[in-house]
């Protein structure tokens, strides 16, 4: 190989190099790649930066000094992935969406049977801080629940494509994945050529259907409403994005007001009617009412109309339980209970320290594992045994022994590498993927998703807000 | 639309105006200056800027320097123009799906590039290039909305903030400067009436109409009640008035209305005698409190119904 890429050394699994040279869905890029020189590179990422930084595409950082604003950091090389694989990964995320979404509707408004047949205990579900009681009970309109969710996946030294955790919440990053794909077109438009890349920009179209798809009594044209916390939230731009591409109101707490169990917006002309919400904030925060009375994030009264079935919540409220990292381990159980066929994803290997004997293996190898909080995200709280320190070692292990129920501990997955633009070369770097799932009345899975990058030499964590970057992620034409 | 929206784009206009405004007046007001004939008249410049600009308490005890720092760079004063323009671009993020990409990326960029300057120091040493920097920003911010945002609910109330704030300002300078002519009486010369002409871009507009001849009526009815003139005060409100115009349905900006229409027709009707004597100076005092109260008479009219309930208050 020659230009950019000569002398390249790829490291572990490599999205795009093999020893007998590109993977042959990456044969163009790299030529075309490698005839850049480096100061063209250069150039062409502080483009990057620039486009990025006028539209004030940043990100906030928690814990930095206050209204601290990092430009998002995109990497000139993008992610591909070939037709076939592409189907399998699509074919894989509607399986497990639609298992989940089965699960909560059984666990909430259902015969709860995955407890019942013993598959899950009821107690890990009720000790589960994204365990909502005040859902039980309470239907959803086209018992949809998981109506917009972000899976992360990552490939493991073989290979094989994983599941690392999934997000059922509010999952965040989607607007990135077109943003990247704007920026990136506009800085690296040769490399598009031949690759017959599938478009991401009809996402808000998407999304907007969906959400109508699931409006209550089904109302054929809803008003929907993008409810964010405001503009001091991390993810603002992200909702500002999608209330833009949807061309529907971005509205905050304040804005709302219930009467008589019906949902209204303070407009310049009076309330007006709102059926569904796309919320973007946490359950905690909804309704002070019924929830935090100290949060004026949400809407006094909002778990009344709810109940009344007068409005659609998306995503429902409750979804956190899944996104508890201790109930991950029985995805796999609970897509065989629901669908009665194997999941097409598997997970990465998990222990549950719950389990006393899973407890004495974790702590014999925990020189070898991750152990993640159960209830963090962010990849805050992280311990991966193979780099952590003695001392680091020894507190993952006490607070394990304390709190068993707060942890699980994973096999320490080698994350596949691709080459990044670092500087003035190309070097291997992780990577992840966070792919993006629409589930109204059918699924769909936007093509590519969320790739995110450990932009530290050697690091495994991809987070935004602990150092990382990402990707344009091209899915290719067949 | 939101009423918090239509609030907050309100707002950008006012504070890109208020920045603009800033921006011209400091300009004039140093430039007349460094031909005054005397250090008396020359302070008594200074002390009108800030009277303009209601600032008269805080700047009390200032030097001319300070003073020009106070209204350029001092994040304590609301009105500065960083921190106008910080305003703005906070109310931008906040209401960016009503922006056109363009209109956002604008005023995101003017921020960025203030932060990003030594402003002391470019005040210092080329004020007259900061004030042109400003000036411009802001009618290209307000160029490209004119250019590209569809004239809806959010491009008028936009509108609405900036001819408000453009109105309120140009009464304010008429109240200030006549209050400063009665005290020089006769001698009042070419230099006052430049400088109050230029403080609204209105010295060659005026030289078109009534030629190289001044006098204090004929400036005072230009700036006050021309129909062509879009600094004026009539013109404002004329303009003011047609968006309200379209704003309003059914109860939801009756008010605005009769608020709008009585001032304006006040303007537009004012007999010769209230322009003169000393009825001039209650006039424009009136006017100018009027016009205040005409922005909170339409924020509760669109911003704050009484039908949004118990909530409304609390949380706006």
């Given amino acids: 190989m020659e230009g950019l890429f000569a002398g390249y050394e790829p490291q572990g699994y490599c999205e795009v190099i093999t020893p007998d040279g590109p993977r042959s869905h990456y044969a163009g890029l790299v030529e075309r790649l490698g005839a850049l020189s480096a100061d063209d590179m250069a150039a062409r990422a502080a483009l990057v930066e620039s486009i990025l930084r006028r539209q004030g595409i940043t990100f906030a950082v928690y814990g930095e000094k206050s209204g601290t604003e990092r430009t998002w950091p995109l990497d000139l090389v993008p992610r591909l992935i070939p037709a076939a694989e592409w189907d399998h990964l699509e074919r894989g995320l509607t399986q497990r969406v639609t298992a989940l979404n089965l699960f909560l509707e059984d666990l909430y408004v259902g015969q709860n049977t995955a407890v019942r047949e013993g598959i899950i205990p009821q107690w890990l579900i009720e000790s589960s801080p994204g365990y909502v009681r005040e859902a039980i009970g309470v239907p959803v309109p086209g018992g949809a629940r998981c109506i917009v969710s972000g899976i992360d996946l990552v490939r493991d030294g073989e290979g094989v494509h994983r599941v690392l955790e999934d997000n059922l919440r509010v999952p965040s990053g989607v607007a990135y994945v077109l943003e990247n794909r704007a920026a990136l077109a506009r800085a690296m438009s040769m490399a598009f050529e031949g690759h017959r890349v599938r478009p991401v920009n009809h996402y808000g179209a998407s999304l907007l259907r969906t959400l109508s798809e699931v409006a209550p009594n089904g109302l054929t044209d809803p008003t929907v409403v993008v409810l964010t916390p405001g503009v001091f939230n991390s993810a603002h731009f992200e909702h500002v994005f999608l209330a833009r591409q949807m061309g529907v109101e971005l509205v905050e707490g304040r804005d709302l007001v219930v009467e008589d169990n019906r949902v209204h917006m303070r407009t310049t002309r009076g309330l007006q009617r709102v059926d569904v919400i796309y919320r973007r904030i946490g359950d905690e925060s909804l309704d002070p009412v019924v929830f935090r009375p100290d949060s004026l994030l949400g809407v006094p009264g909002l778990m009344s109309a709810v109940r009344a079935g007068t409005v659609t919540l998306a995503n429902a409220i409750g979804n956190g339980v899944i996104d508890d990292k201790a109930l991950y381990p029985f995805v796999p159980q609970l897509i065989k209970h629901y669908l009665n066929e194997d999941a097409i994803l598997p997970n990465v290997t998990t222990y549950h320290p719950w389990d006393p004997e899973q407890l004495e293996h974790v702590l014999g190898r925990i020189d070898q594992l991750v152990v993640k909080p159960t209830g963090e995200s962010g990849g805050y709280g992280i311990v991966i045994g193979p780099k952590a320190t003695d001392e680091e070692l020894a507190t993952a292990a006490a607070n394990l022994k304390r709190d068993p129920r707060a942890f699980i501990a994973q096999e320490t997955i080698q994350l596949s590498t691709h080459p990044t633009w670092i500087g003035d070369r190309l070097e291997p770097r992780h990577i992840d993927l966070r792919p993006f799932v629409l589930a109204g009345k059918r699924v769909e899975v936007v093509p590519g998703g969320l790739t995110r990058v450990a932009l530290r030499k050697g690091s495994l964590i991809v987070n935004s807000s602990q150092g990382g970057g990402s990707k344009d992620t091209w899915v290719l034409g067949a | ?316």
């Fill in chain 2, 1 to 316: 639309m939101l009423a918090r929206h239509a609030e907050d784009l309100l707002w950008i206009g006012r504070y890109l105006e208020r920045a603009e405004d800033t921006a011209r007046l400091l300009d004039v007001t140093y430039h007349t200056t460094l031909e005054a004939a005397d250090d008396e008249v020359s302070s008594g410049a200074w002390r009108d800027l800030a009277e303009t600009l209601y600032l008269e308490d805080e700047t009390k005890d200032m030097d001319r320097a300070t003073l020009a720092r106070f209204l350029v760079t001092d994040p304590t004063n609301g009105g500065s123009i960083v921190a106008a323009v910080g305003r703005a671009r906070e109310n931008a993020r906040g209401v960016r799906e009503w922006l056109t990409l363009e209109l956002w990326e604008e005023i995101n960029a003017f921020h960025l590039e203030l932060a990003g300057m030594d402003l002391a120091r470019a005040l210092e040493q080329r004020p007259y290039a900061l004030c042109e920097l400003v000036r411009r920003r802001c009618e290209t911010i307000i160029g490209v909305a004119t250019a590209a945002m569809p004239r809806t609910e959010g491009y008028q109330f936009l509108l609405l903030g900036q001819l408000l704030e453009r109105a309120g300002i140009t009464a304010r300078l008429l109240w200030v400067w006549q209050r400063r002519l009665a005290g020089i009486g006769a001698s009042a010369g070419f230099l006052e009436w430049t400088k109050v002409l230029r403080s609204v871009s209105a010295y060659e507009a005026y030289l078109r109409e009534h030629h190289a001849t001044f006098d204090g009526l004929r400036v005072l009815s230009f700036l006050l009640a021309s129909r062509e003139l879009p600094r004026s005060v009539l013109y404002c409100l004329e303009v003011a008035e047609r968006q309200l115009v379209s704003l309003s349905s059914g109860p939801y900006g009756r008010a605005s209305l009769r608020a709008i229409g009585r001032v304006r027709s006040d303007v537009e009707f004012a007999e010769p005698t209230q322009l003169s004597g000393p009825s001039l100076a209650s006039f424009l005092a009136e006017l100018e409190g009027r016009i205040q109260g005409l922005g909170r008479v339409i924020e509760d009219d669109f911003f704050r119904h009484a039908d949004f309930g118990l909530y409304a208050y609390e949380t706006f």
